[in-house]
């Protein structure tokens, strides 16, 4: 009779968080700042995958700005990120009765 199914809705919420987890494996994003003097590549893990920083701004010795461009693209990536597995999450569990 069209009753609630816990096992059912177990059983799909599995399947919603093993898809997730292989989305978040996937993913890579990228942030750069400083018009590009530093470049983060993180994936949906928000693992670091790579930093690229320009040598030009190194040279120039200003190590606070160069500390900032790198919480900056950081930052970026992290945001990323999360908008990315916002969108992923919300296309997922979308039809998951009560989510």
């Given at each position: 009779m069209g009753g609630f199914n816990i096992q059912e809705l177990m059983s799909k919420a599995k399947q919603q968080y093993e898809l997730l987890q292989k989305k978040m494996q996937e993913t890579v994003v990228e942030s750069s700042s400083g018009g590009g003097s530093v470049t983060v590549k993180m994936d949906g893990r928000k693992q670091v995958l790579s930093i690229?920083?320009?040598?030009?701004?190194?040279?120039?010795?200003?190590?606070?700005?160069?500390?900032d461009l790198i919480t900056a693209a950081f930052n970026g990536a992290s945001q990323k990120v999360d908008d990315s597995m916002k969108s992923a999450m919300g296309g997922?569990?979308?039809g998951l009765p009560g989510i």
């Open positions: 690229k920083i320009d040598p030009e701004a190194v040279k120039s010795g200003d190590m606070e700005m160069l500390q997922m569990f979308g």
